[in-house]
């Protein structure tokens, strides 16, 4: 008898990297998609059912305790005897850039709630199973959170979105110090550029290939997930070749 | 008749830093100490008001909206037609040292609170009183966040601190890139070692001196408020001699 | 008629990183390996010829500016139409820890002429061959400095061995931001780690695994070269899960 | 009889930095100045001594071996009884700008031999006597490191300048750690700006007070020694109020 499938959970699945993510780890592995909207995920779930995978998708918001800890029910449902191989944690929250007088505490609150407060959930969540997937794994179980720039160095006009992005950094770092020995392979993921989708499609730069496409990220982050526990990558910057950094 | 005199205002006045900072800018300023509560700030105050200096303490908690606004209002109400000069954030925040999975929700967020929410609602309230000095101060008006090593490196067991140091790290930059050329000096100190006060009496090291004195950070935080707008510094780091880092 | 095979150019061949990735890139390209004494690339040439690859080895001092320069000369004779698509800097130079009285001034600059020097002449020989590979390539030409931990942080005892790895890191940056936009793929390494090779087999750990296997390294190299230019990683860190950082 | 005088040693000067920081060391120590042509250091050893000050010019060539060994023994036969209380490397090299495929071996190891081969030099040449000066000293012996962002930044078309700044900070880490715990103060000092000279007078900025003013400097390198030993700064920034970071 074949042994059950292992799982990748993504959270964070819209029409850019989530989607991408989850069609590439969904070549190797069942995936549960969560988006706070339906409408996000199910496109992504549809299509991979339809293509012979195996997909859900589970209606969650990260930063609400509850609602994390229901969708991690539901995965642990779907798990059965199976493992949970890898947790990617791909959720942007709002990008508000505004002076900094002009921010509300909810404005200001908003990156953190996504960044910190989600990552910790989605965090707290997934490590459990992760650990209890090393055993058993083909490759050590794998936590990644999509970063930005803004995680690196603070700008003016958007202190919301980077306190949560360094923020998010700093939990990283935590985890991939203690959980790394324990076997589970964290990466903090520095996107650095305009990512090719469709939001951004009216974007125009001077060079071809000039934003960074979903896939190429993901095959970043299925290859991350494959390393070996002697060569881990805890922290990786990504972007196109023309970008300015 | 004498132009009113300036002030300076220091939220986290406790026996440590935080006294040692008021004292040192009492001597050319009136100041306003915001701590949780009256008996952290009372002995300050009146140790300064009994040397010939002029200190007020107002009972605020830095993570609570309503309770920031408060405290500045009724720092204005003393300030008249004087100007604020300084404004210290120096509320480090419950310190949190727990395995990631033992952490509470509660736990996890103690450190954005303080160190996020907090300085955010401290440095909106701060920001218009500072601006409204540039033109008439001696020095530029000066914000500056007390920071540690923890802003710098996320270590196990200390995601709840360094979540909310390395917040404090984002809002500092982007607080100096945004305020910077209109003449406002903002700075991240990152104390990196233990401070001399009654609560570390009993750290034993080998050698002498291997703990930082809070009048020598006070005398820092003086100097940098000192330094002209040709020359600010935004970023310093303070160790003790004999610190590994 | 077929194409003419590529090739990828190997500086610091031994036992253990280069001659890793030596056969990893000898899979998919022909392979020129530099190192200073042919007893050094000798076993992995023979190792690749026999086992079907095209190998050859030059010895090169990557110091000398003539010695180098004679090496991309018979490296090029043995090119003809073909193209390099990926050179991989991997000297790393005497490793001197003393005090910095006991330095000579031959000690401190060794660091610098492995690195430093070394990386330049090497760098200046392969960018032109890997410009030309540009449009023919099926993944973007490659540069990769093999660098470690001191690139980032001068320790005590290591100045000769840290400045050279500082100044590796500046120069990996400065050619990425120069020939990123053109098209080629320059990464910076930080090795993190014991390499798992016979001279540090003595070295004992209390984990399985703890010490990072070349082969590890030579699969990141690869993945790194296969990446397309819409998503770039500048710089890397690899170390083995249980490594302090 | 009053006790012989306390000594800086300030490398590097000509009209900006070098001669303010003079001017200001000048004020509590003897000074020497070193400088490649006597010129250079001319008008501030005269300016020191007419002023009431004392002041020697020792023409010196901070990249050969036997020219800064001979500064020294100049330097020592003033000393006397004296102790060296401070030393500071301001030399900055010449600044190359070029695309990489134009710079000659000598253009890229210029950057090297300022900032990596000179700091070696001046730094071993230095530290005997500031070691000698703990025990007597009134301000910790300090030995400062003028630097730049560069320092930080390999950017396009300035490898030979970045990498003699990087391998300058990774030397002034290493001595930081290593002199430190024995009462050393060593300091990286990064300038981020253009300052205010005769050679800078032509570049315009939209702001007043855009440049950095070398006074300002000065003070701040003095502040830096004055330090006690329980709060070292090991690395500062220095921009003006309007610079892009």
Same mark, same amino acid.
């Given at each position: 008898m074949a042994a059950p499938r292992a799982w990748a959970v993504v959270a964070?699945? $819209?029409? $850019?990297t989530g989607a991408s993510v989850a069609r590439k780890f969904a070549q190797s592995y069942s995936v549960a998609l969560l988006a706070r909207k339906a409408e996000n995920y199910e496109p992504v779930v549809n299509e991979i059912n339809n293509g012979g995978g195996q997909a859900i998708g589970i209606s969650t918001d990260v930063a609400d305790e509850n609602s994390v800890k229901n969708a991690f029910k539901v995965l642990q449902e779907h798990l059965g005897q199976g493992k949970l191989a890898a947790a990617i944690f791909n959720v942007g929250g709002k990008f508000v850039r505004k002076g900094f007088m002009e921010l509300s505490l909810e404005d200001f609150e908003s990156g953190w709630e996504a960044n910190g407060r989600g990552a910790f959930l989605f965090s707290q969540a997934a490590l459990p199973l992760l650990q209890d997937a090393v055993a058993a794994s083909n490759h050590p179980p794998t936590l990644i959170f999509t970063s930005a720039t803004a995680a690196m160095k603070g700008s003016a006009r958007c202190a919301a979105f980077a306190t949560g992005k360094f923020a998010m950094r700093a939990l990283a770092q935590s985890l991939a110090r203690e959980f790394g020995p324990a076997g589970i392979h964290v990466n903090h993921a520095i996107i650095d550029g305009v990512i090719d989708i469709e939001r951004t499609k &009216?974007?125009?730069? #001077? &060079?071809? #290939?000039a934003k960074i496409k979903p896939e190429a990220i993901a095959d970043t982050y299925w290859w991350i997930h494959t390393q070996p526990r002697t060569c881990f990558t805890n922290e990786i910057d990504i972007r196109p070749y023309v970008e300015k950094w």
């Open positions: 964070g699945v $819209g029409p $850019g &009216h974007y125009q730069f #001077d &060079h071809e #290939d």
